[in-house]
């Protein structure tokens, strides 16, 4: 009875785990039937990761919930950059573009800190006016991701190809010195930059809405477990349909990574609306803000180390009117976040930058 109960639980991963097996059945079959067959069934792929990975950010906001900030938030933001690291690799072991692993780090850029955070700030500025925060989080963020995407995506601009390699593997070292830093600092003596004290009530009512007590820890992580491999299962086969699917389409390059980041992030959408729509901002900041960060220091070392692994190098270096998004992207945030409070001005004019980076992929810039 409990196995009926847990298994009904997770009817999305069960579902996720069916699609598997027939995606792995069908997939000569549909790949034969051409073009659109294909984007059909990786339009259906890509529906169910988002809901599988609905259901691992859930045990993940669990676990949140028990450990607390900032301990919660970095376990959120983790579990993305897990799955989004996890098609990105599977993706570029086929036939992608040599920009993908670029150009989903920028999406991702511009859908957490200016669609996340944007919509959130909009939404709960319309609700509540000004909502405050720990002005330090945005601080240390903001000058956290702007040395992390110098380093690993506007600086390969200007390194030769033929010592590539070398500066590859100084930027895996540099991210992973940036990240080991930050975390000691996230969890350790600095750990009250991360985190608000707010009101007694506000907070045993958020923590009563939001946390119904399912599962153990340990479950919650099994769950966790699961779902990534299932997500990691999924998308080499969502890979193989869209290539298909795209093929002399002459659809943007950068479409699919779009894809790529808006399926990691579906999760903290969610979770960074509720928690503005509840006042809470600076769980939205600690989500927006750290996805950014997370997805720029953890994935390139990981895509790094397989570009020397293979011999075969990706471009890093971001177009010019992408380094000028990023540019305009981060010193809107460093203003914007620097007083502890937001409201529904700065929530739009980062929103309006996100519709910005839309309207130029949708123009191929």
Do not use: C
């Not at 259906?44 to 676990?63: G, P, Q, Y």
């Not at 930050?182 to 007694?200: A, E, I, K, T, W």
């Not at 193989?240 to 399926?263: H, Q, R, W, Y």
């Amino acid at each position: 009875m409990a196995i009926a109960s847990r298994l009904k639980d997770e009817k999305y991963l069960v579902l996720a785990l069916l699609v598997g097996i027939a995606a792995y059945a069908s997939e000569h079959s549909i790949m034969a039937m051409g073009r659109g067959p294909a984007l059909v069934a990786a339009t259906f792929l890509v529906a169910t990761i988002v809901l599988a990975s609905m259901r691992v950010a859930h045990h993940a906001e669990l676990l949140a919930i028990k450990v607390g900030d900032p301990y919660g938030t970095m376990i959120l933001t983790l579990s993305a950059v897990a799955v989004e690291v996890i098609i990105l690799a599977i993706m570029m072991s086929g036939e992608s573009s040599p920009t993908l692993v670029r150009d989903t780090i920028y999406a991702a850029l511009m859908l957490d800190i200016n669609g996340i955070l944007g919509l959130a700030a909009l939404l709960g500025g319309l609700k509540h006016g000004e909502q405050p925060y720990n002005d330090n989080s945005g601080k240390t963020y903001g000058v956290m991701i702007l040395t992390a995407m110098g380093i690993s995506m506007i600086v390969p601009e200007f390194v030769p190809d033929d010592k590539w390699h070398y500066y590859s593997a100084f930027t895996i070292v540099a991210m992973i010195v940036l990240y080991g830093l930050f975390l000691r600092m996230q969890v350790g003596q600095h750990s009250y930059f991360f985190s608000y004290s707010y009101p007694r009530p506000e907070k045993r009512g958020d923590g009563a809405d939001t946390d119904h007590g399912e599962g153990s820890t340990a479950g919650s992580i099994v769950v966790i477990l699961i779902g990534v491999v299932l997500i990691g299962l999924l998308a080499e086969f969502m890979s193989s349909f869209m290539n298909e699917g795209l093929k002399d389409l002459g659809a943007p390059v950068a479409l699919t990574a779009i894809v790529v980041a808006a399926i990691s992030a579906a999760p903290e959408i969610l979770t960074a609306l509720r928690a503005a729509l509840r006042n809470r901002m600076q769980a939205t900041v600690n989500i927006a803000m750290g996805a950014s960060l997370s997805t720029v220091i953890l994935t390139v070392p990981v895509m790094e180390g397989i570009a020397l692994y293979t011999g075969q190098p990706f471009v890093m270096a971001m177009t010019p009117v992408q380094t000028v998004m990023v540019t305009i992207t981060l010193i809107a945030a460093a203003i914007n976040l620097n007083d502890g409070e937001t409201n529904a001005i700065e929530g739009m004019t980062h929103f309006i930058l996100f519709t910005t980076f839309l309207m130029l992929t949708f123009l191929g810039l």
